[in-house]
Nanobody, 124 residues
Framework: VQLQAYGGGLVQAGGSLRLSCAAS????????MAWYRQTPGKERELVAR???????EYSASVRDRFTIWKDSAKNTAYLGMNNLKPEDTAAYYC???????????????????WGQGTQVTVSS
């Protein structure tokens, strides 16, 4: 499974950006699509996640400012980021968890895949 993430950039504090993550390749199903972020010297942290049925969860630091949604037909997840703050500056990574194709198109082994990072820089 390949993930293509894009949409990062430079924005002033208070501005908005939208990130996109498209999954391609052969797989049976996707259980979760998520966005993580990482700054130098720190561990990668979960920003937002959406389940196959649309349940969402957010980190406390972005709740009420960020929104995750998906287009299941396109196997694409989006992260809308509003009221951006300098502390949101990071490399953002998308991740997919799902099932490979098993025998007879039944769910196979679980897998997870990471996309390349896209940089978000928020200036003060």
């Amino acid at each position: 499974v390949q993930l293509q993430a894009y949409g990062g950039g430079l924005v002033q504090a208070g501005g908005s950006l939208r990130l996109s993550c498209a999954a391609s390749g052969s797989f049976h199903s996707i259980s979760y699509m998520a966005w993580y972020r990482q700054t130098p010297g720190k561990e990668r942290e979960l920003v937002a996640r959406i389940s196959r049925v649309g349940d969402t969860e957010y980190s406390a630091s972005v709740r009420d400012r960020f929104t995750i949604w998906k287009d299941s037909a396109k196997n694409t997840a989006y992260l809308g980021m509003n009221n951006l703050k300098p502390e949101d500056t990071a490399a953002y990574y998308c991740r997919v968890d799902g099932a490979e194709v098993g025998k007879g198109w039944s769910p196979g082994r679980a897998f997870n895949s990471w996309g390349q990072g896209t940089q978000v820089t928020v200036s003060s």
